[in-house]
C-alpha cells in the first residue's frame, strides 16, 4: 500500500476516533447514551439509517452483481420504499405513544413481558449472528490492503469500532454514519467517474452496456425461483423492508432517537429513496468496470471491485475507496453494538431487576456495549475458522435475519389487526415459524448431503420470498392458535 494510501486510512481511523470522544459530552442517563436524548435531526438519521443497512458486504458485492448482470436488483428497493412508507403510516405512531427505549416494549402491554422477552431474545440472537459475518467480510478488504491476516484486522476493526461506540453511545454511532456516508459515497462517485473514463466516456459506455443488455430494470414474470423478479422484488422486499424498518430494533432505536413523529417519518422514508439511488450507484459502478474490460468471466464477482481499487485508481483515491469499505464496515458494527446493548439493558436486565434509574442503566448499557463488541469481534473470528474449513455456514448466515423478520413482522401485524390474539398464540406462531423457516434456509444443504431429498423443491425458493413466507405462516398459525380459546389481552 502507498504511504498516501496508508494516511488517508489512519486520518481516517483518527477522525472516527475523535469524533467518538466528541459526543460524550453531557452524557449523563441511559436516554442520553442509547436514544441521543431524543434530539437528534431527521437529516442525521436519515444518513444514519441508509449507513446502518449498508454494510461492507454491500460495497463490495453490489458492484459484482452490476458487472455479472443487469439493474433488476433495484426491483427489490421498489419494494424497500413501499415497506418504508407502510411502516411510517401505520407502525411508527404506536412508537411514539409513551416513552417507549426499544422496538419491543410496545408488545408487553399487548401480550405480556414474556413475549417481549422473546422477541428481544430473537432480535439479539440473530443480530449477533448477522454481523459477526459482516465484521469479518469487513475485515478481509484491510487485511489484503495492509497484508495483516484476517484475525489481525479483525481485531484492528472492532477495537476501533468498539471504542467509540462504547464512549459516544448513539450519538457517536449516527454521526459517525453521516462521515461515513459521504466517505464511501464519495468513493463510489469517484470510481464511476474513473471506469467510465477508462470505458471510453458516458456515451460508450452506456451504448456497450445497452447493446449487452445490462440496463433492464424490469423483470415481469411471475416466478418464486427467480431472485430478482418484479412481484418478488415488491412483495419481498416491501415485507423485509417492513420488518426491518418497522421491528428490528437496529432501526427503531434511530427513529426513536428522533424529535417528533415527523422527523421519524422523514428519515424512514427519505433512506428509502436514498437507497434507491445508492444502490443504483453502486451498480453502475460494477457495470462500468465491466464495459471498460476490468471484470473478466474467470473473474469472482465479489472481488471486481476491490481488485479495481487496488489496480486502476490512483494513490489517494485508492486509500479513499479502502476507507469508504471499511466505513461501512464499521457503520454497521458500531449499530450492532449499541442496538444490542440497548434491548439487553432495558428489555431483560431494567425488566428483572426493576432498576430503572437512569443513570445506573447509562453504566449498565456501557458495560454491555462492551461485552457485545468483544462478543462480535469473537463471532467474526469463529466465522473465519468456518470459512477456513470451506463449510457453507458463512453464506447461510447471511439469511438468518431473513428467516426471524417474517415471525417479527407477523407479530406485530397480529397486536395490531387481530384483537383475539393473546401471548400464548404469539410465542407458537414464532416458534412454528422460525423452526419451518430453518428448515427452508437449510433446505439446499439438506438436500444435496442426503438428509431429506424431499426438501429440494423448497430450495429452489428465492430468498425475497423467505419474509413474506414466513410473516404468512406467523399470522396463520397466530390466528388459528387464538381461535381455540375465548379473546384475552395479556
Do not use: C
Amino acid at each position: 500500500m502507498a504511504p498516501l494510501d496508508l494516511a488517508i486510512i489512519v486520518l481516517y481511523f483518527a477522525g472516527t476516533l475523535g469524533l467518538g470522544l466528541w459526543v460524550t459530552r453531557g452524557q449523563r442517563t441511559s436516554g442520553d447514551y442509547f436514544l441521543g436524548a431524543r434530539d437528534l435531526p431527521a437529516w442525521a438519521i436519515l444518513l444514519s439509517i441508509v449507513a446502518t443497512e449498508t454494510s461492507a458486504l454491500t460495497v463490495i458485492s453490489i458492484p459484482g452483481l452490476g458487472a455479472r448482470g443487469d439493474l433488476t436488483f433495484l426491483q427489490l428497493t421498489f419494494g424497500y420504499l413501499i415497506g418504508r412508507i407502510a411502516v411510517a403510516a401505520w407502525l411508527l405512531p404506536g412508537y411514539f405513544s409513551g416513552q417507549q427505549e426499544t422496538a419491543y416494549a410496545r408488545l408487553e402491554r399487548r401480550f405480556g413481558v414474556g413475549t417481549r422477552r422473546l422477541l428481544s431474545a430473537t432480535f439479539l440472537l440473530t443480530r449477533f449472528l448477522g454481523d459477526g459475518v459482516r465484521v469479518f467480510a469487513g475485515a478481509i478488504p484491510l487485511s489484503l490492503v495492509t497484508g495483516w491476516s484476517v484475525p489481525t484486522a479483525i481485531l484492528v476493526l472492532g477495537t476501533i469500532t468498539l471504542f467509540y461506540t462504547w464512549a459516544g453511545g448513539i450519538k457517536a454511532v449516527v454521526w459517525s454514519d453521516v462521515m461515513q456516508l459521504m466517505v464511501y459515497l464519495a468513493g463510489g462517485i469517484a470510481a464511476l467517474a474513473i471506469a467510465m473514463h477508462l470505458a471510453g466516456g458516458p456515451a460508450a459506455t452506456f451504448g456497450r452496456l445497452a447493446e449487452a443488455g445490462k440496463l433492464r430494470l424490469i423483470n415481469p414474470g411471475v416466478s418464486f425461483t427467480q431472485t430478482y423478479s418484479l412481484l418478488g422484488g415488491v412483495v419481498g422486499g416491501a415485507l423485509l423492508s417492513a420488518a426491518s424498518h418497522g421491528t428490528d430494533h437496529l432501526i427503531v432505536q434511530r427513529l426513536l432517537a428522533t424529535r417528533s413523529l415527523r422527523d421519524a417519518r422523514i428519515a424512514l422514508v427519505g433512506s428509502g429513496v436514498m437507497i434507491i439511488l445508492q444502490f443504483l450507484l453502486f451498480l453502475l459502478v460494477g457495470q462500468a468496470i465491466w464495459a471498460a474490460g476490468y471484470a473478466p468471466d474467470g473473474m469472482v464477482p465479489d472481488t471486481i471491485f476491490p481488485r479495481f481499487i487496488i489496480t486502476q485508481l490512483p494513490h489517494g483515491l485508492s486509500g479513499l475507496l479502502i476507507a469508504g469499505i471499511l466505513a461501512a464496515a464499521m457503520g454497521s458494527h458500531s449499530s450492532a453494538i449499541n442496538a444490542l446493548a440497548s434491548s439487553a439493558t432495558h428489555d431483560f436486565y431494567a425488566s428483572w431487576t426493576g432498576r430503572t434509574d437512569p443513570h445506573h442503566l447509562l453504566r449498565v448499557g456501557r458495560l454491555l456495549s462492551a461485552i457485545w463488541g468483544l462478543g462480535l469481534m469473537g463471532a467474526a473470528l469463529g466465522f473465519w475458522v468456518w470459512a477456513s474449513l470451506e463449510t457453507p455456514i458463512v453464506v447461510l448466515a447471511l439469511s438468518i435475519a431473513s428467516v426471524t423478520y417474517g415471525a417479527l413482522l407477523g407479530t406485530y401485524i397480529l397486536a395490531g389487526r387481530w384483537a383475539r390474539a393473546r401471548g400464548r398464540d404469539v410465542v407458537l406462531a414464532t416458534a412454528v415459524t422460525m423452526v419451518v423457516m430453518l428448515l427452508v434456509v437449510f433446505a439446499r444443504f439438506l438436500a444435496e448431503h442426503g438428509f431429506a431429498p424431499w426438501l429440494v423443491p423448497v430450495a429452489r425458493l428465492a430468498w425475497p420470498w423467505y419474509v413474506p413466507l414466513g410473516t404468512a405462516l406467523t399470522l396463520l398459525i397466530g390466528i388459528l392458535s387464538s381461535l381455540t380459546a375465548p379473546s384475552e389481552v395479556a
